[in-house]
């Protein structure tokens, strides 16, 4: 339920922007400051054919098939392993699911949008969050206005889901599992 939620915000809300603002023209119509200017939020409609933070432009098949491995393995992980009996693991799955599935569908050209270089599908991830932070700069000794690389909430799923599996990876044990390991009794391979 979490990953088909997560698909669906994800898709309306590119959906949304990109029918708001058209594309890839990057028009930027809703803006909010926070902490006095520091940071701005805004719509900004972006092609990304590559991955996060724009790496591997021109690689969308790829990331395509990747992202086929990646379904098939959280699957697996989640009913094959177990993982599905941890809170914690399923959601941050689910979480990656829903980002891997968003992102997915947009690099198969099922958005309709059409490059205009082409006059084909445009094989391309929707980005339209754009956030800009003023930064002190020690060489200039001034304010300088620094841009984060656009993204979308399938990136949001995708980060988030990756540093709870951080988390978890670097979580103690539970003293249950433990305190169960430690009453198991040892077996030993015969000596004979």
Known sequence: MLAGGGLAW???????????????????????EFFGGWV????YTSMNEG???????????????????????ILYWLFAKGAACSLWLTIALALIMAGTLGNLYDRLGW?????PRTGESWYAVRDFLAFTFDRWSLLQFEFERW?????????????????????QA?????????????????TRPDAG
Request: net charge negative; proline share 5%.
């Open 10 to 32: 994800d898709l309306y809300s590119k959906s949304s922007a990109f029918h708001d603002l058209g594309y890839p023209a990057g028009q930027s119509a809703w803006a909010r």
């Open 40 to 43: 701005t939020l805004r719509f």
């Open 51 to 73: 991955a996060l933070w724009g790496l591997g432009q021109g690689y969308a098949w790829l990331f395509a098939a990747l992202s086929l491995v990646a379904i098939a393995g």
């Open 111 to 115: 958005h309709g949008c059409i490059d």
């Open 147 to 167: 841009t984060w690389p656009i993204f979308n909430f399938a990136d949001v799923f995708l980060v988030t889901g990756t540093i709870m599996l951080f988390v």
């Open 170 to 186: 670097f979580a103690p044990e539970p003293k249950e599992a433990q305190a169960s390991d430690a009453s198991q009794p040892e």
